[in-house]
């Protein structure tokens, strides 16, 4: 035990030490900015959190609930005047319990993505069938059709969260749909297409650079000069800052699907009718597409998914309060829908719950298949009239064929 304890207090200070924690000033900014803090009997925050690691009694924080019930939102980093990389710190510290006492289903989520190539576990023959079957459906609306598979040389490569073949299967018509009005060169994976990566959120460091090696080699045989990263805040950023992490080298450029929207309706590639999309919308942005991509210096979509919400809305949308950086966490984030602790959700998300209330909104735009559940979480919990919608279901509503 006490060889243990002193090498989660070595690797403790290490990460200290990489992301500026030694530079606390214990100001409690940190605190201020979270709504998970010091909710608990742990009372646990980010500060103390830094404090414990700085003490070198870091290890209490590892056999704490408080880092797995933290969504690491980057919300604390964002207002310390020292730049500490908080939630770098709590993925560190996630990364020293033992995998099989990890809570919830966070770690077999990333051990299925490293052991069949999506964390649902989707055999390729299903999902490529999942794909035909919401070809022929769309084929109603749009006799030409064409959903292309392992398309060689493509200008896009598409990936996809598994969510969508698991559990929401005609999202996927909104993206065909999409693609095709922007008569684009692009294509789906039969392997390697998942959209997330559960890795990075358990500090399972081997898995989450294994499994981006694997996509990374995936487009690199298909020769696509881009990926195209889905509507998952956590997927675009954990490639992103995955891609520089472990020295991965690429041949491509790594976008989000939002900002292909917004420059598709830039180009004048769709013809759009607002009308289509009636009601009172707002918009929450993803915390890793968002604030924690702009503070890694990798493109935000902040911007863009406003860009396209303008552009689709019969009314345009309402902004929050806070918004775009200063925004808060969907209550889902860093894993925390599959972790277990309902409770600690329920109890931060009323923050989120009562932001989207003061937008008077009927519906809560989202590009993030997380965050869409997340929200939906709430808005039943707190039995809200509102709900939440994709970005890419406006804007396929808002398309004129």
Known sequence: MSERRDRDKERLRRALLETGGDACLSCG???AGCP???WSEERLDPRRTVRLILSGVGFQAVKMDWIWQCTTCGRCSF?????IDISALV?????LVPKDRSPGQIQQTADLHRETGNNMQIASEDWLETVEW???ELAAEIPDLVVPVDKPEADLFLTVNSKLPMYYPADLQDTFKIFHAAGVNWTLSSTCWEGTNYAMFTGDLESWELTLQRQVERVHELGCPTMAYTECGHGYYATLTGLERFGIEHRFDVTSV???YAR????GRFKLDPARNPGRYTLHDPCNAVR?????GYPSIADDSRYVMERVCEQGFVEMSPTRDANYCCSGGGGALIAGFKRARTHYGRTKVEQVDRTAADKVCTPCVNCFDGLNNLATDFKRPWRPVHLWTLLARAIVL
């Open 292 to 296: 924690k991509a702009a503070m890694a």
């Open 264 to 267: 598709w309706i830039r180009e």
């Open 258 to 260: 939002v900002s292909l």
């Open 79 to 83: 207002t310390c005047p020292s730049g």
């Open 36 to 38: 998970v803090a010091d």
């Open 91 to 95: 993925q560190a510290a996630r990364g």
């Open 134 to 136: 919401m070809r022929d």
């Open 29 to 31: 900014a940190c605190v």
